[in-house]
């Protein structure tokens, strides 16, 4: 693989995790206003999420990795694929690129582009959903990596479709687009004051996937367990 300055991994990781939450909360706004069925407007955002990670994973993976998501630049930071400051370069790129992207929503839909979000995203039932979506999201991305590298932009967009419709908590399992939607008084948003919930349970999810991964994708090391599953030349 080409090896990218971190300048420009960086510009790919604010670039991406921007176009990422422009296409949330944008989506989310143009829903909102061609219909006043609550289904139909998660059922837009959740499309036009999936369609833009695999597009944003294919072009940019090659450059930065595609993170767009702090806790997976912590994942492979912990599985020493990311050095500790490119780690922090990564996580302040997406953070600011995600609320870029939330001003370049705003600005698009004529919007106040300084907004607070008021919307209620709290209790057990969303941070156990925001656990399970987090960990649902690394392992898929690690497993991806394990078995179909060619295939992670269209495995994490399919998981992030599906994942909509299956947590309580429409699956945010980011916490840099979490933020980002902190910033927003639209169909995306979240209170500033729920944020810790959501990231606790984001960062705990990512890391129980990542401990599972760990010891389910590992490679045999024993050659006798090699010689008992492997037929015979």
Request: cysteine-free; charged content about 10%; aromatic content about 8%.
């Amino acid at each position: 693989m080409t090896s990218f300055p971190l300048s420009s991994r960086l510009a790919s990781e604010a670039l991406g995790t921007a176009l990422l939450v422009a296409t949330v909360v944008g989506s989310g706004t143009m829903a909102d206003r061609l219909t006043t069925d609550t289904a139909l407007a998660l059922l837009a955002n959740t499309l036009a999420t999936g369609a833009i990670l695999v597009v944003l994973i294919t072009i940019l993976g090659p450059i930065s990795g595609a993170h767009f998501n702090p806790v997976v630049s912590l994942v492979f930071a912990l599985r020493r694929e990311l050095t500790a400051m490119s780690t922090l370069a990564y996580i302040g790129a997406q953070i600011l690129g995600g609320v870029a992207g939330t001003l370049l929503a705003h600005a698009m839909f004529g919007l106040p582009l300084l907004q607070v979000s008021t919307t209620i995203r709290t209790g057990s039932a969303q941070w156990l959903a925001e656990v399970t979506a987090t960990f649902g999201l690394v392992f898929v991305i690690l497993a991806g990596l394990r078995f179909r590298a060619d295939a992670v932009a269209w495995l994490v967009g399919l998981y992030i479709t599906a994942a909509y419709w299956f947590t309580a908590s429409t699956s945010f399992a980011n916490p840099a687009v979490a933020i980002a939607r902190s910033l927003t008084n639209t169909f995306s948003g979240i209170r500033p004051v729920d944020l810790p919930g959501f990231i606790v349970a984001e960062i705990l999810g990512a890391l129980l996937a990542l401990l599972l991964a760990s010891w389910l994708l590992m490679e045999a090391r024993n050659p006798q367990s090699l010689t008992e599953t492997e037929p015979a030349p």
